[in-house]
């Protein structure tokens, strides 16, 4: 019930959004019992989002691009990668399909009493569509999301999901962009940056927002970088703003 208070209160900041079009304005919502907050500024159909705590570089550029470019921006109130649900913890990312879900919650705890996992699926279930009809933007608008790699990930690991791939030798293979557009990613291949096309669902759907997002026809794109490359992710998102229609 709480969440759904939350839910509303959502709706009714994005309704009257138009009323201070210029003026930076701040609320939350809640997802699975985490607090994310919202910070709008201005006008526009543009999403972004920072889902893992541990990112801290992704979220300093978030914080820093929403001060000059409009749209609405969703900040995870988390310090670590995973967040706690019920009796153990889950990957914010990895949730955003039932199997997705399903996975994160028996990779953290592998033993689940008779009949409480499905009901832990169900809550996902419902508290994830209410967060996304918040969250996901209108045909006119882009989701971008944010991300830092410190563990070796690099743009090489996607290439199996990529139906495009555009990789300049003079980049870090650790920085990169996700687009689930076409027209992005033409766009985005002239660019400095690298750049894959990720625009059909893999057999295994690991939960993750891309794929979500690519469910629902939204433009999806995934800017990644290596941990403590602030100017970097900033000029990619940056980048992003001014050439993408």
Same mark, same amino acid.
């Given at each position: 019930m709480l969440n759904k208070l939350f839910f509303i209160t959502i709706l009714s900041f994005l309704c009257g959004r %138009? =009323?201070?079009?210029k003026q930076i304005s701040n609320s939350f919502i809640t997802f699975v019992g985490t607090k994310f907050n919202l910070v709008? #500024? %201005?006008?526009?159909? #543009? /999403?972004?989002i920072w889902l893992h705590g541990d990112e801290q570089t992704a979220r300093m550029a978030l914080e820093y691009?929403?001060?000059f470019y409009n749209g609405l921006a969703f900040f995870i109130q988390s310090e670590t990668r995973e967040i706690p649900f019920k009796?153990?913890?889950i990957d914010p990312n990895r949730i955003f399909s039932r199997n997705g879900a399903y996975n994160t919650l028996r990779k953290f705890k592998p033993g689940w009493e008779r009949g409480t996992l499905k009901m832990a699926l169900d809550e996902i279930d419902r508290e994830r569509e209410h967060f996304l009809d918040v969250l996901m933007p209108n045909k006119n608008g /882009?989701?971008?999301s944010l991300h830092n790699n410190f563990r070796g990930y !690099? =743009? !090489?690991r996607e290439k199996g999901n990529s139906q495009r791939i555009s990789i300049k030798k003079d980049e870090n293979p650790r920085d990169f962009i996700i687009c689930t557009d076409e027209s992005d990613f033409e766009i985005l291949s002239n660019s400095p940056y690298n750049v894959v096309l990720q625009n059909k669902i893999p057999e295994k759907d690991d939960g993750s927002l891309s794929w979500e997002a690519l469910r629902r026809n939204v433009r999806y794109l995934n800017i990644e970088t290596r941990l403590g490359y602030l100017s970097k992710q900033k000029a990619m998102l940056k980048y992003i703003e001014e050439n993408l229609n």
């Open positions: %138009g =009323v201070h079009e709008q #500024n %201005g006008e526009s159909p #543009n /999403r972004y691009h929403m001060k009796s153990t913890i /882009r989701l971008i !690099n =743009v !090489n």
